[in-house]
């Protein structure tokens, strides 16, 4: 994408409403805009990296055999009366009434709805075990929304939510999806150690939070020094017995919040216990019948006889993601994206735009990319170069690949690696090859 | 996917509130589930037609030069003040009050947060002309939804805004979204007549609608047979002088709704006037400064002055599509969806899942197919093989592929085209390779 086509509004100066670095820097680098407090439209960059956290995400559900679905933002009121829940949530849910004084609310999560149009499908033992999952667009009323996208009130969360005949085979699923997550946040380049927590208002008595480490982080956070190696994930999930020996090997090793600390384990770790501060990223449960049984939802078993399906809930917050990793990967002088999550590859600036041969080799160079397939922002702009230099570091793709007269006197372009800051000089053609592999 | 672990609850009885056949099949077929009145869930079946529609939506916006972001679905009523439209848009608008009795919305549109975001980030003509789009869920509290999704409450969208520093420029805009609408609609397998169209709240003097005929649409169209032909669309886009001459010879064939009838071009097309009844898949606008000019928008001009933009606006309901779609391809078993949209290529029918040698020709045939990257979904139910006809009938992918007993006893699967009900015996090799191609 040719930047004087586009539309990247970056700011030189820090917002003074923005109190933490990610929020700091998505909205001077153009990938937000607050709209109302706490509800933000993504611009162009920000809508990028959104979607490839998405898709890494949803690849990884589809691995673990979850079926992907949509529901809708609204709910009716009477689905969350059926739980008990409606009553019970408080002023963090949206109610709404529609013209005919329906009551109606924006779901903050979806174990109702989900557990009713399951619960009007599946039939008997055959349609268990399921898991599925839909990536949709949340609201939480927050009281004080703030740090950006990390507390927002409109959110795009994943949430999915899996059916079982017994308990056994919902711990194999609740499994699965932590071996799922810690396989997404890998992929996403973050370190992220699952941690025993509180249920909360979903309920149940078996839950972890997945939890980022980053020194702006809003909680403590204690752990072995064993989480932060790296950790192969090469498990077979679906040999039930394997997979839980394989979780139960992992949180072998101690990693707790602030309110979930054991001092008999802290005590144990000795010197390898660290403390940190960390940022939630995803959350999952497991709460039995509590939903299947208040909402009606039964099914034949292999015997004949009715069954309550035993059911889990998994969530991950994709905006916050965006937030989180920024936290984690930064400078002083921007962002700095993982690949994967990268909104282009490439950062390609012609140094010279009044110049006529610096620009024929950077569009020479633009369209070999561009038909390799390689995701380039090029800054064709009228610009000088140091301001160029700025934006490009402040956006934070993985590589920048640079044009000036002095280099194409010689051959030679100049290819620089944003987290390194490695410069290489080569020719234009090793370049495209280098970025083509 | 294999059916015994998928989500896919298709009914045998068309359900009773369903009017239309769209609506009727997207029940059966297990697309979707009403939550709320106008309220969907879409199904795993169902969340595939649609993401496969909005991604050639998506591809032809970018194509066409339109930059994609997401705004939120909620918006601040205070936007709504500056445009003047909070009081004027009457019930279809659901108004929401959060916790701090701040009043909101669900957006139904979003001419004033574009025009607000791009006006706090364009400075100069350089930053013009630019078009933005966004495909996100929208609310309009129909007094009456009915018809499925063709009616609903909340339906998603894509809506693009243009912003062009005079009215030549906004002209070319308007013209390059119409052909990318033409294409859009051709590649999704659908024949879409533009005709002129009244701008209704939007307001503006330029506006065409994009009306797909069905024989059960919702309104009375007239037309040149002329528009029954294919158009060859390839002029090039960016040749404004090119662009409206084309566009101009499109139109130059009458087409026109029923409330825009001309007596004197029908009265001119003589036997070639047709008539039909359509469905509007479409509906773009051109409204000048209406909003630009209301919300206080200005860029500088190449000459120092200041330039209020002139807008326009572009949206094609991506919800609504599945329907028309159904609308325009179905039978008396079920959908026959075109390949682009189809929510898998192929239906692999297992006949004798009780039979080991079947299965595992199955098996093998759905793992290679899968390998080769064919979308296929596989039954390897242990039912009867009529209920697996219809069951693929019913859901409409464009080939069936058949393994039975009799048929490996003598080398070959069975191929059926949905379309065209043709059958053919081939080796599975030949129905792998064919359905690679």
Chains 1, 2 share one sequence.
Not at 114 to 127: E, G, K
Not at 168 to 178: L, P, T, V
Request: include cysteine; hydrophobic fraction near 40%.
């Amino acid at each position: 994408m040719r930047l004087t086509r586009h539309f990247l509004p970056v700011m030189k100066e820090s917002p003074a409403d923005a109190q933490i670095v990610s929020h700091k820097l998505m909205l001077r680098a153009g990938l937000v805009r607050q709209t109302a407090a706490g509800i933000y439209a993504w611009l162009p960059l920000g809508h990028r990296v959104l979607r490839k956290i998405e898709q890494v995400v949803r690849e990884e559900q589809d691995r673990a055999g979850a079926i992907e679905l949509l529901m809708p933002t609204l709910q009716p009121a009477d689905l969350w009366r059926q739980s008990g829940r409606y009553d019970a949530y408080g002023p963090e849910m949206l109610r709404i009434t529609d013209r005919h004084d329906r009551e109606m609310l924006f779901g903050p999560t979806n174990e109702e709805m989900i557990t009713a149009i399951f619960r009007d499908a599946a039939r008997s033992y055959r349609d268990l075990p399921r898991t599925l999952y839909h990536i949709q667009w949340k609201f939480r009323d927050e009281v004080r929304p703030r740090f950006g996208v990390m507390r927002g009130r409109e959110f795009l969360m994943k949430d999915a939510y899996s059916f079982d005949l017994d308990e056994a085979g919902a711990r194999h699923s609740y499994n699965r999806m932590f071996v799922a997550y810690l396989r997404t946040y890998a992929r996403l380049g973050l370190r992220a150690i699952p941690m025993q927590a509180d249920t909360g208002p979903i309920g149940g008595d078996l839950s972890h939070e997945f939890i980022v480490l980053a020194p702006t982080g809003e909680s403590d956070v204690f752990y072995h020094t064993n989480w932060e190696a790296d950790r192969a994930l090469d498990v077979d999930a679906d040999d039930a017995e394997a997979l839980q020996t394989f979780v139960s090997g992992l949180t072998a090793d101690y990693a707790a919040t602030d309110e979930k600390r054991d001092e008999a384990r802290e005590a144990a770790a000795g010197d390898a216990l660290k403390q940190s501060r960390g940022i939630e990223v995803g959350h999952i449960f497991f709460f039995g019948t509590k939903y299947s049984a208040a909402m009606g939802m039964k099914v034949q078993g292999p015997d004949g006889t009715d069954v309550v399906p035993q059911m889990g809930s998994y969530g991950i917050g994709v905006s916050r993601l965006v937030g989180a990793i920024i936290e984690a990967s930064h400078d002083d002088k921007g962002i700095v994206w993982p690949e994967a999550v990268a909104p282009y590859k490439v950062g390609l600036i012609n140094m010279r735009a009044d110049d006529a041969a610096c620009t024929a080799a950077a569009d020479d160079l633009y369209a070999k990319l561009t038909a390799a397939g390689v995701e380039t922002l090029y800054d064709d702009r009228d610009e000088r170069g140091g301001a160029k230099f700025a934006t490009m570091d402040l956006i934070g793709l993985p590589w920048q690949l640079v044009i000036g007269p002095k280099g194409l006197a010689n051959g030679v372009v100049e290819l620089k690696n944003r987290a390194t800051g490695e410069k290489t000089e080569l020719s234009p053609d090793a370049a495209l090859a280098r970025l083509s592999a």
